[in-house]
């Protein structure tokens, strides 16, 4: 929860309106985000209320097996599933990634980190 806090305090506040959580033991702290005027919600048993988060555990589940020990994992390679998962096209974004979706409702551009050669001006 506490990284959690960390990370949705970093995001415009029209941006962090809700989470829906697994009810997992892993969430047990998900109540610290109240104090960023997130709602959180979910109730047990009713995983109609989060098909998104099932399909994300799914997807997850091709890269970390179940009852893993998320503290093994080293922060590398954590992040290293994290953006698997967002830079893969989803067909209910128009097949683009949630990356890119993600980027255009914060309305960044893309910009290059080098100068381009002459021959390409």
């Known amino acids: 929860a506490r990284h959690l806090v960390g990370f949705f305090a970093t995001l415009p506040q029209e941006l962090r309106q809700s989470v829906t959580f697994d009810n ?3 969430f047990a702290g998900h109540l610290a985000l109240h ?3 997130i709602a959180t919600f979910c109730d047990p048993h009713a995983p109609w209320q989060k098909g998104g ?3 994300a555990i799914g997807r997850m589940r091709r890269f970390i097996p179940r009852k893993t020990d998320l503290v093994t994992l ?3 390679r954590f ?3 994290i953006a698997a998962y967002n830079n893969t096209p989803r067909k209910c974004l128009d097949y683009h990634t949630p990356a890119e979706s993600f980027a255009q409702v914060l309305h960044f551009e ?3 980190t080098s100068w381009l050669s002459p021959g390409r001006r």
Do not use: D, H, K, P
């Open 24 to 26: 997992g033991t892993e």
């Open 35 to 37: 104090r960023l005027s």
């Open 53 to 55: 988060i099932e399909n």
């Open 74 to 76: 080293s922060t590398a």
């Open 79 to 81: 992040r290293q599933f």
């Open 110 to 112: 893309c910009e290059s």
